[in-house]
């Protein structure tokens, strides 16, 4: 992290800028999703309801940690949108525009009124993009759209755990934010494609379930061609070993991987046992794997009786795949984090200043920013109303 705190500095500009984006969307996928494209510029307007997006209500010895982070770069507009006026004051927005995000239950922007094609209609350059737990369409496209229903339903908790206990969530809200990043990939590619003339608005549905399903790979490929079901293994690998977590004396861990052909051969002279090199039970990646507990009891013996510092030193020096288990303490204190830049110091009014993630990914040419902190409740609604209304004089202005 860096000694001083990093100032805000609305004057920075970044790839998005001149893009606004309304931000219709509550807790976490909308709000990464947002996030992506405000760190690089974007005009991220965020309409609340007058009660607010309820990302501010998790909480953190009575701050509200997440919003400061997931909102930071943005505005905040406060919108009651049963009233008429509130209504009207969105769609004036909406031709300004250039994205529009919402995560309402699928059929509900349509029963206020305001469904993509009367968005399209009235700005046909618009993108909106719909998040819902399973999409805009199928059996499930009613269902309530959380991460954790997405998470046990992609297939991710049926492969995360041990074999003799409970499948296993994530203690995160990963399936929100990995669709949130796809979102922001899907944005900028209707951006782009805009941009080439290859379309004007259109409409992206993005579904939690998906983005998650995605990240496991080839397992129907594997279903398909195999007729077998992969089971949780732990820290272990259905696909390469050795490959699992390792305690070590002192009572550290560490993370290690012999993925390759020549750094598990590499491992098994480290560890004292090259018998192990022509053994038919190790001398190949399959092999390995169907023995796998036996692989492990040997690395594992080895690690025991090693404390962690010394573990690694040994295992880097001589080219293995090794890492420390880290929790979010040790991340603060190691140096490569620190000098990388993984965290900032960010100014922040309750706390003098508040480290956060920083703005990813790192572009050489056009890198993003931190231009405002995260806005409090209806912070620039006045602000945005007379942008409004300096827009609808500039319409007029132009009618023939």
């Avoid at 004057?11 to 760190?39: E, F, H, I, K, Y």
């Amino acid at each position: 992290m860096t000694e001083q705190p990093i100032r805000f500095d609305p004057t920075l500009q970044g790839p998005l800028s001149g893009v606004r984006v309304l931000d219709l969307s509550r807790l976490v996928a909308g709000n990464m999703l947002s996030l992506q494209l405000a760190d690089f510029g974007a005009d991220v307007v965020k309409i609340e309801p007058p009660q607010g997006d309820p990302l501010r209500d998790w909480t953190d010895d009575g701050q509200s940690l997440h919003w400061k982070v997931y909102a930071r770069n943005k505005r905040s507009m406060v919108l009651n949108l049963r009233e008429a006026a509130d209504m009207d004051a969105l769609l004036a927005l909406v031709q300004t525009a250039d994205v529009f995000i919402e995560n309402f239950r699928p059929g509900t922007l349509e029963s206020m009124g305001i469904a993509p094609e009367r968005l399209l209609e009235l700005n046909p350059d618009l993108i909106v993009v719909r998040i819902s737990g399973f999409g805009q369409t199928g059996p499930y496209a009613a269902y309530p759209g959380f991460g954790t229903l997405v998470e046990a339903m992609s297939g991710f908790a049926a492969r995360t755990g041990f074999p003799d206990r409970e499948p296993v969530l994530p203690p995160l809200a990963l399936a929100d934010m990995i669709s949130g990043m796809t979102g922001a990939q899907a944005v900028t590619m209707a951006l782009l494609a805009r941009e080439k003339g290859l379309s004007r608005g259109q409409v992206i549905d993005l579904s939690l379930l998906e983005p998650i399903f995605a990240v496991l790979g080839p397992e129907a490929a594997i279903h398909r061609v195999t007729g077998k079901v992969k089971q949780r293994t732990g820290s272990a690998s259905n696909t390469s070993s050795p490959r699992n977590v390792y305690r070590c004396g002192d009572g550290h861990y560490v993370a290690l991987s012999g993925s390759m052909q020549v750094i598990a051969m590499r491992i098994f002279d480290i560890i004292g046992r090259p018998d192990m090199k022509t053994d038919p039970r190790f001398s190949s990646n399959a092999a390995r794997v169907k023995h796998r507990d036996l692989v492990d009891q040997a690395v594992g013996a080895w690690f025991a009786e090693r404390d962690r510092e010394t573990a690694l030193q040994v295992m880097r020096d001589a080219g293995a795949t090794v890492g420390p288990v880290y929790d979010i303490a040790d991340i603060a204190a190691d140096p490569h984090f620190r000098e990388r830049g993984v965290i900032v110091e960010v100014e922040d009014a309750d706390n003098g200043s508040l480290p956060m993630h920083a703005v990813l990914p790192r572009l050489s040419g056009t890198p993003g920013g931190l231009r405002r902190p995260a806005p409090g409740l209806g912070e620039h609604t006045e602000e945005l109303k007379a942008e409004i209304a300096r827009a609808a004089q500039a319409r007029k202005g132009d009618a023939p």
